[in-house]
């Protein structure tokens, strides 16, 4: 139907994604792909050129009751945490990671065509952190223990074990579609859940993949689930349905706040990954060539559609005009084009038509308030005037009290300001409601320790910038959200304690 004219300067698309694009998606529900009920569909575009890419399923009420009733059957007959053992729970998830391994061409394209990221980018680094992060989860299977507790009633025996929380409803967005639900489905399922997944209306098409995957590796039918759809109607209703144990959520704080009230009436687990302002800090004592490109890279990379963009810069007065002419000549050297096209670019288009006009609108905000873009600040035109490219945009003349300073932009936008003394810049960087990220950038050492002790955020990057590893936990202070992804803190939130006593005198 759709999906079969692209641009004659894209890389050849496999023909999996070309018979997938043209295939009558559906939704995958207790092992089966189903229609919705109500026969609804939404289309998902290929930003880089704006063009319909597929109709994907609408889910709506109905069909999450469906998928909640399967899941729930799954999990209640034991199919998947009891039956199984830890060690073949971890099986199935180590071959999950080989199946997405080898099929990381056809995920990258699908990603690279539904999001616009550079499909080499894709094939890099989502795609791999994807498998990692599910080879990492298969071996906690085997690991995850209770202790016994030296209770001083006597005679009796104590111990905790930990049992998973049930259906977990995953709700993730678009900028890494497959390595965001990659980062909650692989603890959810260690941990003994079973999962619906709802990807972002952007971006559908991987998580729809994803499960046929599921399938070839031999999980039982009702483990992973998936619900393409809008937020507002099966979003909502995965939110609000009684039979969805929790919910893990990766968003926008507008949304995450919704999503608690919403979820209040049934006091459902909730945990949130939410958005940043984070602080980037560079001194004039630091490896300058360092700092320059890694700043750069903070906030450009992935388009500065990451929840850890490094989108205020501040940098110590005395290098500051230095800082800014590196900057700007990384800047200007940044290829920016589709995300499919053969001579691959740095960065691809931002996400949608309204991420595109959000976008703008800062940037317009930002000039009326006094700011200066000493580069970018503009929509490419050209032959790329069809997608939704902006700019590498850097900011100067910012006042933290100005929008641009304060709101998450969620694109290349970065505002780059002055500071005085260590004090000052503290005091400043903390200043936000959020509390992702923040970073730094010295060689002295006693600041880089004083300033990760003292920075509100749930990850502090020293001389580098936007690591993260499936082992170490990820997640914010403040409006940053609620619980720590990744490391075996990710185990803990996919997880209900037992404490069991036991009369033995
Ligand atoms: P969003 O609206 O928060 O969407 C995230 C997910 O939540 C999507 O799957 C969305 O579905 C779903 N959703 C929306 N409304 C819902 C509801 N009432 N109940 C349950 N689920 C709901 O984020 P966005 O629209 O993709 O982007 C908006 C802003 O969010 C960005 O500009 C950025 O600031 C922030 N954001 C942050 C991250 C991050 O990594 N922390 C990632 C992406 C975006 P739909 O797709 O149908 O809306
Ligand atoms: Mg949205």
């Known amino acids: 139907m759709t999906g079969t004219n692209f641009p004659s300067n894209y890389v050849e698309i496999l023909p999996e994604v070309r018979a997938f694009l043209q295939s009558d998606l559906k939704l995958h529900i207790g092992g089966r792909w189903l229609p919705p009920i109500s026969g609804a569909a939404f289309e998902t575009f290929d930003p880089s050129t704006g063009r319909l890419l597929a109709h994907a399923p609408s889910a709506q009420a109905d069909d999450v009751d469906a ?14 945490h009891l039956k199984l053992t830890p060690s073949e729970r971890g099986r199935l998830i180590w071959r999950l990671a080989e199946l997405i391994e080898a099929h990381a061409p056809v995920l990258a394209q699908l990603d690279a065509l539904d999001n616009g990221k550079p499909v080499t980018k894709a094939q890099n680094v989502d795609v791999p952190l994807s498998a990692e992060h599910f080879r990492y989860y298969a071996g906690w299977t085997t690991k995850i223990e209770g202790a016994t ?43 003994g859940n079973c999962i619906i997944l709802k990807p972002a209306e952007q971006t559908p098409l991987s998580a729809l993949y994803l499960a046929r995957l599921f399938e070839e590796a031999g ?14 109607t099966a979003g ?52 300058m060539e360092q700092a320059v490109v890694g700043a750069t890279w903070a906030i450009f990379g992935n388009n500065g559609q990451s929840c850890t963009a490094g989108s205020r810069l501040y940098i110590q007065r005395s290098i500051f005009e230095r800082v800014l002419t590196g900057m700007s000549d990384q800047a200007a050297k940044i290829r920016v084009g589709m995300g499919m096209q053969k001579d691959q670019p740095d960065l691809g288009p931002v996400v949608s038509q309204e991420q595109l006009s959000t976008v703008l609108g800062y940037i317009e905000d930002g000039r009326g308030s006094g700011g200066e873009t000493v580069i970018g600040g503009q929509r490419i035109g050209g032959s790329l005037s069809n997608g939704y490219f902006i700019e590498p945009t850097i900011f100067t003349q910012v006042q933290d009290s100005m929008k641009i300073a304060r709101e998450e932009i ?18 400043r960087a903390n200043e936000t409601p959020y509390g992702l990220a923040a970073g730094l950038w010295t060689r002295d050492l006693q ?42 803190e990710a185990i803990d939130l996919y997880s209900e304690v037992k404490s069991v006593w036991i009369r033995v005198g």
């Open 67 to 80: 998928a909640v009733r399967a899941a729930r059957a799954t999990f209640d007959s034991g199919a998947w």
């Open 149 to 191: 507790i030296p209770v001083s009633t006597s005679g009796m025996f104590n111990y905790t074990v930990r049992e998973p929380v049930g259906v977990c409803g995953l709700i993730v967005p678009w900028n890494y579609p497959l390595l965001m639900a990659a980062w909650k489905i692989a603890p959810a399922l260690a941990a």
């Open 219 to 232: 999980f039982p039918p009702g483990v992973f689930n998936v619900l393409t759809g809008y937020g507002e």
């Open 236 to 287: 909502a209703a995965l939110v609000a349905h009684p039979g969805v144990n929790k919910i893990g959520f990766t968003g926008s704080a507008s949304v995450a706040r919704t999503i608690l009230r919403n979820s209040a009436d049934t006091l459902k687990r909730v945990s949130l990954e939410l958005g940043g302002k984070s602080p980037n800090i560079i001194f004039a004592d630091a490896d």
């Open 410 to 427: 969620f694109g290349p936008v970065v505002c780059a300001m002055p500071f005085d003394d260590a004090d000052d810049v503290l005091r």
């Open 447 to 488: 600041t880089a320790h004083r300033f990760a002790a003292r920075m509100q955020a749930g990850t502090i990057w020293v001389n580098t910038w936007g690591d993260t590893d499936a082992a170490s936990p990820f997640g914010g202070y403040k409006q940053s959200g609620h619980g720590r992804e990744m490391g075996k």
